[in-house]
């Protein structure tokens, strides 16, 4: 591939990573100024609003896996991928995405941009940074001509920043207060 084709295949990329920056930032700045109300709503059946937020994020998390295998698959790194597979990668994002959503609303309506500790700032980058990710990607998804790298990238930095988001929720409140509903 010559140079002139590289460039013109990766200028496809400008316009989703500068919407994916844009909702980042615009993330991120939403939750520093906008003052938390602390108001959240619970879910018949959850002890509280955390463990609400614990379980979609784990479950999300859990798709993610899902994502990742079913990713590799598509790549071809465990042979020859089902028909099916595609259908469960499409789906199970689209569920894992779905859940983060309620999840989301509630950190930056109730809580903002926390910088109170290492954890929580890590957090708060991590949850800006994978509402950005998903967007870069998903704005990519329909361009031709990317370089084969693109897809397997935006998608490791998704999944990458979903994980953080989990250890940095979910793992951390399994492991200071317990699995419960």
Known sequence: MSEQTRRVSTAGLYVPLLLGAVVTVTLGVYGSVHTPTGIAVNVAGFSSPQTVKVWLATGAALLALVQLVSALSMWGKFGSPPSWIGGLHRWSGRFAFLLTVPVAVHCLYALGFATYDTRT???SLFGCFFFG??????????????PGWTLP????????ALIGLWL????WYFTTIGVNF
Not at 134 to 145: E, N, Q
Not at 168 to 171: G, I, K, L
């Open 168 to 171: 940095t929720s979910s793992f």
């Open 133 to 146: 990710a998903f967007t870069v990607k998903m704005l990519s998804l329909p361009r031709r001509g990317l």
């Open 121 to 123: 700032l890590a957090h």
């Open 153 to 160: 990238l935006l998608g490791g930095a998704v999944f990458t």
